[in-house]
């Protein structure tokens, strides 16, 4: 038998520090791990970057690439990351397996699921186009919500949703808009803000991955055989069979999930119709989550039987977190010195207006930011693309 070799190293960005020992301890860190794994110490080269301060490096293998994820411990903390993939491996949700990891140093070995989001690969153009990946979605979501168990991940409880939802006074009415947070104002953002945690409190608590978009969806590879959903004769914590998925062939992986929560069921499926960087037509939306709504009702999970009341939950959760993260990308802006996020402001504030126009109580809200955003509405607003 011919014995393998390493493959030729890849062309790539080699990272750049900016803390010279850190380096050096990612270099010894690496060599020492070579060996075992296979590792083409020269291949190392950026793969990505989000918006907290890990950096995901890729690297050559003799059992083709991995992933390094590196996450300076005293900025972040690795364990929910663990905890989250094992979590969602045990729930037949593809996710990368920790190889090895280096926790007084924040270095971690991962597999790699794949070079392509969905963000990358969906037609923008065509919304129904891209049916057949939203669903395949909709079954990993389910999968995640079938494996529910309470007291095993943080609650998102009226505390955790009202510091989220003061991120958006704090970071984007005074500290981006300059707007003097007082008086009305204040008293405006109170009554709805509570209203807001009630609506959302109202709904059945399952695990919430809390930033299920396309950006952190690898797009599946097709002939693997293997489903991402529970095996045959699962049964959901609620009674009722697990859900199956429509095509076994196919395999999406799923990753930013160390942010996870035990929380409302309405979140998670409206982080993924309501995106964060990118906006459907309100039909294309509809057929996603009334998809969604009907598979996990058939699974067991608690959505109700009245998908009119379902998608109220919905889009009051996404009122929560559009205005939760236009708070988060003003902050990133003005703290963090990353600017690009708040390109995409328009599309929160056109979210957070449409909502705001169905739901009479939320009036006041709605111009409140109209005033803030300097629109003049004169006969009415309609829920469209942006």
């Known amino acids: 038998m011919s014995q393998a070799h390493?493959?030729?190293?890849?062309?790539?960005a080699a990272p750049v520090w900016s803390d010279?020992?850190?380096?050096?301890?990612?270099?010894?860190?690496?060599?020492?791990?070579?060996?075992a794994h296979g590792l083409v110490i020269n291949s190392v080269r950026s793969a990505s970057a989000d918006a907290s301060f890990?950096?995901?490096?890729?690297?050559?293998?003799?059992?083709?690439?991995?992933i390094i994820m590196d996450a300076p411990p005293d900025k972040e903390d690795c364990r929910p990351f663990v905890k989250g993939a094992q979590l969602m491996a045990d729930a037949h949700v593809e996710v990368p397996q920790v190889l090895a990891w280096d926790e007084a140093?924040?270095?971690?070995?991962?597999?790699?699921?794949?070079?392509?989001?969905?963000?990358?690969?969906?037609?923008?153009?065509?919304?129904?186009?891209?049916q057949g990946l939203y669903l395949q979605a909709v079954d990993a979501l389910i999968a995640w919500q079938i494996a529910s168990t309470p007291g095993v991940l943080p609650p998102y409880d009226e505390a955790l949703l009202r510091r989220e939802l003061e991120l958006f006074p704090e970071w984007y009415l005074a500290r981006h808009r300059g707007v003097a947070v007082?008086?009305?104002?204040?008293?405006?953002?109170?009554?709805?803000?509570?209203?807001?945690?009630?609506?959302?409190?109202?709904?059945?608590?399952?695990?919430?991955?809390?930033?299920?978009?396309?950006?952190?969806l690898i797009a599946p590879t097709l002939g693997t055989g293997v489903s991402s959903l529970p095996p045959e004769g699962a049964v959901s914590p609620w009674g009722g069979p697990a859900?199956?998925?429509?095509?076994?062939?196919?395999?999406?992986?799923?990753?930013?999930?160390?942010?996870?929560?035990?929380?409302?069921?309405?979140?998670?499926?409206?982080?993924?119709?309501?995106?964060?960087?990118?906006s459907w037509d309100e039909d294309f939306c509809l057929d996603i989550t009334i998809r969604y709504w009907d598979k996990a009702r058939k699974a067991g999970l608690p959505v109700g039987d009245d998908f009119g009341e379902f998608y109220r939950g919905v889009e009051w959760m996404g009122l929560q977190r559009h205005l939760k993260v236009a708070g988060i990308f003003a902050r990133l802006t003005l703290r963090d010195g990353k600017p690009q996020y708040?390109?995409?402001?328009?599309?929160?504030?056109?979210?957070?207006?449409?909502?705001?126009?169905?739901?009479?109580?939320?009036?006041?809200?709605l111009r409140l930011i109209e005033r803030v955003e300097g629109i003049e509405v004169a006969n009415g607003y309609a829920f469209g693309r942006v």
């Open 6 to 12: 390493p493959p030729e190293p890849t062309l790539f």
């Open 20 to 35: 010279a020992q850190r380096e050096i301890d990612f270099h010894a860190w690496l060599t020492r791990l070579a060996p």
């Open 54 to 66: 890990r950096r995901y490096f890729r690297v050559d293998s003799l059992q083709g690439s991995r």
């Open 105 to 130: 140093k924040g270095f971690m070995l991962l597999t790699d699921l794949g070079a392509q989001t969905l963000m990358q690969v969906i037609n923008r153009d065509d919304p129904w186009a891209n």
């Open 182 to 216: 007082e008086g009305d104002m204040r008293r405006t953002l109170d009554d709805a803000f509570k209203l807001i945690i009630e609506r959302n409190l109202a709904w059945p608590s399952v695990y919430v991955h809390r930033d299920f978009m396309p950006r952190n």
């Open 243 to 278: 859900a199956k998925p429509d095509d076994a062939e196919s395999r999406l992986g799923v990753l930013d999930f160390q942010d996870a929560v035990y929380g409302p069921i309405t979140y998670d499926i409206a982080s993924l119709m309501r995106d964060a960087f990118l």
């Open 342 to 365: 708040l390109a995409d402001t328009p599309r929160f504030i056109h979210y957070i207006r449409a909502t705001c126009e169905r739901y009479r109580e939320l009036k006041p809200l």
